[in-house]
């Protein structure tokens, strides 16, 4: 006998204990709308992701675009030997070269002539500094060509 309610109460214990695991696990679990809502969160979530990396790539390509007009606009003016020597139109051309092309149309009239001008009064000057501050450049772009050459 003692056997015997010793089995029933361990075959009890052991229905009690499963079935509270199975009660508990479904109170405790998902329900189906709260899977659904979940899953469009992590759409929303990944949707919102991808945005950003697009928005990323473009803005790290603006930078770098950026970053090259600048390095374009600190070595300054390439001027041709014919472009040094032939005075006509030079103030345009220097503006140009460095980079304001676009802007010509808002400076009021006769700006230009008065850049020329003044560029025809000191041209040996202006000629003398653009020639050396192009040298160190050349020069540069020499050294820098051989190092990457190996």
Known sequence: MDLLTSAVILVAC???????????GRRVGASKHTRAYVK?????????????????KELR????????????QKQGPALTEKELTDGSGIGEVLIKKFGLGKYI???PKGTI?????GIMENKDEIINAIRQNN???????????DSTSL
């Open 14 to 24: 052991i229905s009690v204990g499963l079935c509270g695991i199975i009660i508990s």
């Open 40 to 56: 469009d969160i992590q759409q929303d979530l990944n949707y919102v992701k991808e945005q950003k990396n697009a928005e990323i």
């Open 61 to 72: 390509h603006e930078s770098l675009r950026l970053k090259g007009i600048i390095n374009k």
């Open 105 to 107: 149309k808002y400076l």
């Open 113 to 117: 002539e008065q850049v020329e001008k």
């Open 135 to 145: 040298k160190p450049a050349q020069s540069q772009a020499g050294q820098n060509q």
